[in-house]
């Protein structure tokens, strides 16, 4: 049996003396001391014990042995702490939150949201919500985009934070995506028809005449919706309905 000790006295002035796990022994240089590197107090010690219970060899810990094994600690230490944390986590989200969630974010940020076709083009041109919210690097780039880009990412995880949360309220976290879906398209809608209208005003009072109304009328921007909004759209339904049934059970 083999224990981790700690010199408290070394062996320059007779037997040196140890201690481990609040028990002191003593020991000698001579047939128990294992290590070429004299025994120093305060230097970190492995006890190998008799059957009778008494040291029997003690080893010095080198330095590089105490780091590499108090990192294994740490580790394991997080990794217990991150299973706790993982079970804690299930146990308060269902399965069918999480998948609804892992969907959504992959519909809003990975396929087009919107289908946007310009006057001068003949093909849509696919937005998806990781560009209409500035993440992507070939976004343009503003102080409105920052905000734009958290909040998005609040509104669509708020559904997350409900089972952690005591108030009564909290369930209604569920119909926030929703909610930032609905008036994010709308105010995308909104812009692109603005757009729309300066740029047909523009040339209609640089051509006149019909010919500038026809030209100014086919300057609009069409839009409509694309696969991603859909599928986040049904994500954030299935969310709402579920803290609509928690909301009638409480009731």
């Not at 995308?188 to 028809?193: K, P």
Request: with cysteine.
């Amino acid at each position: 049996m083999t224990k981790r000790g700690r010199i408290l006295r070394d062996t320059s002035a007779g037997p040196g003396l140890l201690t481990i796990e609040g028990t002191q022994y003593r020991f000698v240089l001579e047939g128990m001391w294992q290590s070429d590197i004299p025994p120093q107090p305060g230097m970190a010690v492995d006890v190998a014990f008799a059957d009778d219970g008494t040291p029997e060899r003690v080893f010095a810990v080198s330095e590089s042995q105490l780091a590499l094994q108090n990192a294994q600690k740490t580790l394991a230490g997080a990794m217990r702490g991150g299973e706790l944390l993982t079970s804690n986590v299930k146990s308060r989200l269902r399965v069918p939150v999480i998948a609804a969630e892992c969907l959504l974010l992959v519909a809003f940020f990975s396929l087009p949201c919107v289908l946007i076709t310009p006057p001068w083009l003949t093909s849509a041109v696919p937005l998806t919500g990781w560009k209409a919210t500035g993440f992507s690097p070939t976004a343009v780039q503003g102080p409105e985009y920052g905000l734009a880009s958290l909040l998005s990412v609040v509104c669509l995880v708020a559904p997350l934070a409900a089972p952690f949360l005591k108030q009564k309220w909290a369930h209604w976290l569920n119909a926030v995506p929703l909610a930032f879906l609905l008036i994010g398209a709308l105010m995308l809608w909104n812009e692109v028809h603005n757009i729309g209208r300066h740029t047909a005003g523009a040339i209609g009072d640089l051509l006149g005449s019909d010919a500038g109304k026809e030209a100014a009328r086919q300057a609009a921007f069409a839009i409509r919706p694309g696969i991603g909004l859909w599928i986040a759209v049904a994500c954030a339904v299935y969310l709402l309905m579920r803290a609509l049934r928690k909301d009638r059970r409480e009731a």
